[in-house]
């Protein structure tokens, strides 16, 4: 399983991006974005569980949309209203595991990484 992603960049604060993570190999049941910010651990940020329901952290709810393609093979995350917060590298995750809600957006539930795609909000 291969995951790349796509769509960082820079953008001014209250704007928008949309990441793309284009996945390769199996089709699997739980993926997620996670973010890695200066000087804190790798924090999930949205997923999605088997069926396609999306958990959100709270400091992205009503922000950020995550979404998946499966015709394309690929998750998105819909970033809007950016903070300054919100830089760091972004990372996509995929799991062939189904997991509880409660562990969906915890990093030790997913192998798969993508290498990351930086996101600078200022």
């Known amino acids: 399983v291969q995951l790349v992603e796509s769509g960082g960049g820079s953008v001014q604060t209250g704007g928008s991006l949309t990441l793309a993570c284009k996945t390769s190999g199996d089709t699997l049941p739980t993926m997620a974005w996670f973010r890695q910010t200066p000087g804190k651990g790798r924090e999930g940020v949205a997923a999605?569980?088997?069926?396609?329901?999306?958990k959100y952290a709270e400091s992205v709810e009503g922000r950020f949309t995550i979404s998946q393609d499966n015709a394309k093979n690929t998750l998105y995350l819909r970033m809007n209203s950016l903070k300054n917060d919100d830089t760091g590298v972004y990372f996509c995750?995929?799991?062939?595991?189904?997991?509880?809600?409660?562990?969906?957006?915890?990093?030790?539930?997913?192998?798969?990484w993508g290498q990351g795609t930086q996101v600078t909000v200022s």
């Open positions: 999605l569980d088997y069926s396609g329901v999306p």
């Open positions: 995750a995929a799991d062939r595991a189904v997991r509880h809600p409660l562990w969906l957006l915890d990093e030790r539930s997913y192998d798969y």
